[in-house]
């Protein structure tokens, strides 16, 4: 049973820092897509960032590109979300999501596990 789960939201200030942790449990997870999407109150779920577990190849959606970083400990078997210069419009609840494939994708039913989410509230 694969369970990821998320920790590290919080209250910051604009222009402030983050980092979110997803831990990742279950599976050998070397063939998997690990990605983060967010969902602010009343808006749809959007992509945030995805990276291959093998091999690191990551992709950033454009209104996070240079601000945040997606990253993975193999030893740990945990995918990070490193988020600085925080703007409000970065307010959501922020989920790790797993897919069982090596096929990049930004569509998140296309990802096979959720967990609950973390809360990230940016004040101005």
């Known amino acids: 049973q694969v369970q990821l789960v998320e920790s590290g939201g919080g209250l910051v200030q604009a222009g402030g820092s983050l980092r979110l942790s997803c831990a990742a449990s279950?599976?050998?997870?070397?063939?998997?897509?690990m990605a983060w999407f967010r969902q602010a109150p009343g808006k749809e779920r959007e992509f945030v960032a995805h990276?291959?577990?093998?091999?690191?190849?990551?992709y950033y959606a454009d209104s996070v590109k240079g601000r945040f970083t997606i990253s993975r400990d193999y030893a740990k078997n945990t995918v990070y979300l490193q988020m600085n210069s925080l703007k409000p419009e970065d307010t959501a609840l922020y989920y790790c999501?797993?897919?069982?494939?090596?096929?990049?994708?930004?569509?998140?039913?296309?990802?096979?596990?959720w967990g609950q989410g973390t809360q990230v509230t940016v004040s101005s």
């Open positions: 999501a797993a897919r069982s494939s090596s096929v990049l994708t930004t569509q998140s039913d296309a990802y096979d596990y």
């Open positions: 279950g599976r050998t997870f070397s063939r998997y897509i």
């Open positions: 990276i291959r577990w093998s091999g690191g190849t990551t």
